[in-house]
């Protein structure tokens, strides 16, 4: 079912989702520090890599029809404050793009980029989800992390998806579907990764 929004109160909520979610897991990273070491873990790195994964996990849930609305792309380049999912990837490809190259993109180059950020989400999301996995410290728990993170980037995808005056009901579907096929999945992994390790004679 597709809802009519108010492009403005929809980036203003967005804006609202992040600084929360953004809260929380600076603290996360912060209690991670505190436990670790600075030497083995930072904070800010770790916030860093929630914006990549942020920015990724929207970009796909938005461009998923062949399309990228401007006023969706504009939301998703400027409310995360730590990371810019670009200058990351340039850092790293020979190709260089920006984010105006999203929108106005054709299907057949969406689909290229869709196939670029895959491959990027899955090594960042895999850092992302050990530094959660590893998380039982000062009264958090790793599935409460989790819990507070999947809500976070739930809230922000269905406000951004309506920045453009429309949230489509494909988009709502599209938004549960990567919550729990790619953030659900990457942290099942990371919690039997971490297990594994935690057995004897296991690598």
């Given at each position: ?44 790195i ?47 490809m ?13 299907i ?7 196939s ?25 728990t ?62």
């Amino acid at each position: 079912m597709n809802e009519k929004t108010n492009p403005v109160e929809s980036f203003d909520r967005a804006a609202e989702h992040y600084s929360l979610v953004e809260k929380y897991v600076q603290s996360v990273g912060d209690k991670i520090e505190e436990a670790m070491g600075k030497e083995n873990f930072q904070s800010e790195i770790f916030v860093r890599q929630f914006d990549f994964v942020l920015q990724i996990i929207l970009l796909k849930v938005i461009t998923a029809d062949g399309e990228a609305d401007w006023s969706e792309i504009f939301a998703i380049k400027n409310i995360p404050q730590h990371g810019d999912i670009t200058e990351y990837l340039n850092a790293n490809m020979q190709d260089k793009i920006s984010w105006e190259s999203f929108a106005g993109a054709d299907i057949q180059r969406l689909a290229a980029f869709s196939s670029m950020l895959d491959t990027s989400l899955d090594n960042i999301l895999a850092n992302f989800m050990e530094s959660v996995a590893f998380v039982d410290v000062n009264g958090e728990t790793k599935e409460r992390v989790f819990i507070e993170i999947a809500n976070g980037v739930d809230k922000i995808a269905t406000a951004v998806a309506g920045v453009d005056g429309l949230i489509e009901g494909s988009e709502r579907f599209r938004i549960y579907e990567s919550i729990i096929s790619i953030l659900r999945k990457k942290y099942d992994e990371a919690v039997e990764l971490l297990f594994q390790k935690s057995q004897p004679g296991k690598a």
